[in-house]
C-alpha cells in the first residue's frame, strides 16, 4: 500500500532526526536552553510558505475558524517537540524514541471520540505488536536497578498527547478541506510559536551566542535535520488520509527501532557520534523486536 510507505517515512526520517538532535544538544546547546531548537524548526517551515502559496494559492484563503484551530494544531505540535527536547537533553536516544508510542494510545482515544474511527479486531492486534515491539526496544536487563524516571515519562505523555491533538486536527481539515491548505496554516502556527519565543529576551540572546559558535556548520547540520523533520512529518501526515489514526501512529512509534539501526551503524563507523550495545543479547533482543514489528505491520495493512 502506498500510504504505508509514506507512514515509515516517518519514523525513518524521524530516527535519523532525533540522532542529529542529540548531536546538536552536546555539541552546539549543551549550555544552552534545547528550546532554541524549535527556531530552526519554525523557520523551516516559514521557508516553506510562499512555495505552498504559489502553487496552492486557495491555501489562503480558508474561514477564519478553520485557519485558528489549524494553527492551534502547529502550536500544539512544536509543544510536543519541545517536550521531547527537554527530555533528550538529559536522556539517551535510544532510551527517550520508545516513549514515542504513546501518541497511538492517545491518538486511538481521540479519534474514537472526535472522529468515530473503529478499528477490528486484526488492526487492534496488529497496533498491540508494533508497539510491544518498541516496548521490548527499550528493554534493559542491567544488574543495577534503576529507579522510576518520573521526570521522563511526565514529559513523554506530555509530547504524546500533544502530537495526538495535533494530528487529530491537521487530520480533520486535511480531509474536510485541503491537505496542503491544511499543511499551510499548521506552518504558520510552528511559525507563530516561534516568533513567540524569540519575544523571550534571553532565550533570544542565547539564540545569537549559539548562532556566532560555528554559523556555517550549526546552519548546515541544523538545517539538514529539519529538512529529515520536515519530510519525516509531512509524510506521516499524508497516510493520515488514508488510514486510522492510531495505525499511522502505531507505525510512527517504530522510531525506536530505527533509532537503534541506525545507532548501530554509527558505531561502528563513527563511534565518536553515538555507542549502542551490540551484545548477542541485545541483538537478539532487538531482532525479536523487529519481528513483532513486521508481524504487526502485515496485520494492520492486511
Known amino acids: 500500500m502506498s500510504w504505508l510507505i509514506f507512514a515509515f517515512s516517518g519514523p525513518v526520517l524521524w530516527a535519523i532526526s532525533t540522532h542529529l538532535d542529540k548531536y546538536l544538544v552536546e555539541r552546539y546547546f549543551k549550555h544552552s536552553d534545547v528550546v532554541l531548537l524549535l ?3 519554525a523557520f523551516m517551515g516559514v521557508a516553506f510558505l510562499p ?12 474561514p477564519a475558524g478553520s485557519i485558528a484551530l489549524i494553527i492551534v494544531s502547529g502550536v500544539l505540535y512544536m509543544a510536543g517537540l519541545l517536550f521531547y527536547l527537554r527530555a533528550i ?40 505488536l508494533i508497539i510491544a515491539g518498541t516496548l521490548i526496544v527499550s528493554i534493559r536487563f542491567d544488574r543495577n536497578v534503576s529507579r522510576f524516571k518520573a521526570r521522563l515519562v511526565l514529559l513523554m505523555l506530555a509530547c504524546g498527547l500533544a502530537m495526538a491533538l495535533s494530528g487529530l486536527i491537521f487530520k480533520l481539515f486535511a480531509l474536510r478541506v485541503d491537505f496542503w491548505a491544511t499543511t499551510f496554516w499548521l506552518f504558520v502556527g510552528e511559525a507563530m510559536f516561534g516568533v513567540a519565543l524569540l519575544l523571550i529576551a534571553s532565550y533570544r540572546r542565547q539564540f545569537i551566542a549559539v548562532l556566532r559558535q560555528d554559523t ?24 493520515l488520509l488514508f488510514a486510522p489514526l492510531s495505525i499511522v501512529q502505531a507505525i510512527g512509534s517504530t522510531t525506536a527501532l530505527f533509532v537503534f539501526a541506525f545507532g548501530v551503524v554509527l558505531s561502528v563507523f563513527y563511534p565518536r557520534v553515538a555507542r549502542e550495545r551490540l551484545s548477542v543479547r541485545e541483538l537478539a533482543q532487538k531482532a525479536v523486536a523487529a519481528v513483532a514489528v513486521a508481524i504487526g505491520v502485515a496485520l494492520v495493512t492486511r
Open 216 to 239: 556555517a556548520a550549526l546552519l548546515a547540520i541544523s538545517g539538514s535535520n529539519e529538512l529529515f523533520n520536515l519530510g519525516g512529518t509531512v509524510g506521516s501526515r499524508y497516510a
Open 89 to 128: 537533553q538529559f536522556e539517551e536516544a535510544s532510551v527517550v524514541a520508545p516513549f514515542f508510542q504513546a501518541a497511538p494510545l492517545f491518538g486511538y482515544v481521540l479519534a474514537y471520540i472526535v472522529l468515530g474511527e473503529t478499528l477490528s479486531a486484526r488492526q487492534l492486534a496488529g497496533g498491540g
Open 51 to 62: 512555495i505552498i502559496a504559489f502553487f496552492e494559492p486557495a491555501a489562503i484563503d480558508l
Open 39 to 41: 527556531l530552526f524548526t
